[in-house]
């Protein structure tokens, strides 16, 4: 009887483990579907492009702003954003339009127009890349991409916009434009020198900081009577001093060389004379020393209006533009760039509709600097000739 008692306790209690576990594990199920069930509902709940960790996540679709045209646009509102006329950018873009081609075309390709139509926004208004990104409706990143190759398509075309006169019609027209403005003769052109400012690398910043310790690139330049740049050189950081580059320039070996003929350049007087450069007289002493030195000052200064237009026009280029942040080598494409479409604007006479901001007392100032700093020695036979230009048409 004490066995069978025994049996049956130890059957009850195996029993109770058995429906113990039995329940323990229906708890574990019904907790395992709550959960399920909860995770369910929070996914309902989230965004269409969340939901699922283990779907593949959908890309969303990228929209893509308008680009820049000049449809519906008047004439006088693409001047003033860039600063060229319909038919000048139609023109230009036919021009390099070839080296720009698209050899593939995609919803995201970006037309050359687009492309030129900013680059002209960011030279004309001298913002930043992002600025004229958003205008042309376009990234900045892409901007930054084609922006080099807008500027080497156009400076391409240097030949065809910047050349010194040199047949003998030329020479004979521009030498007669000269004489009109104040009775000066045999000129081809008006030298000078101007800066345009650039954040320097901070490895060479020495080489760029000017004589008013700021730093920039130096620009020799040689306009005509129309205010046309023939000759440009923008290579040489601000503190290479202004007679260094002349000697070392091109046109200066040419008249050298007699290739000009009579031709002369007027220039300030930290120039040395040479009978094809005029400078004027330090201390003019008779009527008629005075009256050249007033015909030479009313001669050269078409290059000092010439810049003024230049950064007026393209705000970049001036100090009211804040400095370049492009490397020394892309500023100095920016300057020849600008110098093109300057000349293009002249040919096409495409008003200027910005004010003059450019301050040319600020040349003047540089140009006294020259002199104490730079001024080179008169050769014998340039005085010669300067008394022979007083005496044939200022006596």
């Known amino acids: 009887m ?54 593949q996540r959908r890309r969303q679709e990228r929209i893509f702003r308008p680009k820049t045209t000049l449809q519906g646009l008047r004439e006088h509102d693409i001047i003033q954003r860039y600063r060229l006329n319909w038919q000048a950018i139609q023109q230009l873009l036919r021009n390099i339009e070839q080296q720009l081609a698209l050899t593939l075309l995609t919803p995201r390709t970006i037309p050359t127009e687009t492309k030129l139509l900013a680059v002209l926004h960011m030279l004309a208004s001298g913002s930043f890349q992002t600025t004229g990104a958003l205008v042309g409706g376009i990234s900045q990143p892409s901007f930054s991409a084609f922006l080099l190759k807008v500027l080497d398509a156009i400076i391409r075309l240097t030949p065809r916009h910047i050349c010194f006169p ?34 320097p690398p901070a490895a060479t910043e020495h080489l760029y900081r000017n004589r008013k310790h700021t730093h920039s690139i130096n620009v020799l330049a040689i306009v005509d009577h129309q205010g046309m740049f023939t000759n440009i050189v923008a290579k040489y950081p601000g503190s290479v001093h202004d007679s260094f580059i002349f000697r070392h320039c091109t046109i200066n070996q040419h008249f050298q060389d007699g290739q000009y003929g009579n031709g002369l350049l007027v220039a300030d007087q930290g120039y040395g004379i040479q009978p094809w450069l005029m ?40 100090i009211t533009g804040g400095s370049l942040l492009y490397s020394p080598e892309m500023v100095c494409r920016i300057i020849l760039t600008c110098a093109i479409l300057h000349n293009i604007c002249v ?20 140009d006294a600097a020259l002199q104490q700093e730079g001024e080179q020695p008169n050769t014998a036979a340039g005085v010669r000739r300067r008394q022979q230009i007083v005496n044939n048409f200022f006596s």
């Open 2 to 55: 004490g066995q069978t008692h025994l049996y049956l306790i130890r059957t009850h209690r195996t029993n109770s483990r058995a429906a113990e576990q039995q329940q323990g594990a229906m708890e574990v199920i019904l907790i395992q579907r709550a959960r399920r069930r909860r995770a369910q509902q929070q996914q309902q709940q989230l965004p269409q492009h969340q939901q699922g960790s283990q779907r």
């Open 166 to 199: 040199k047949t003998m019609q030329k020479q004979q027209e521009t030498k007669q434009g000269f004489y009109a403005i104040s009775g000066f003769p045999h000129v081809l052109g008006a030298i000078d020198f101007t800066h345009v400012r650039l954040v």
């Open 279 to 318: 400078t004027p007289f330090g201390n003019p002493s008779t009527a008629a020393e005075r009256a050249y030195n007033d015909a030479h000052k009313r001669t050269r200064s078409i290059v000092e209006r010439t810049f003024g237009i230049l950064k007026s026009r393209f705000r970049c280029l001036d």
């Open 347 to 366: 040919k096409r006479n495409i008003p200027l509709l910005e004010p003059d901001l450019y301050m040319p007392e600020d040349e003047e100032e540089e």
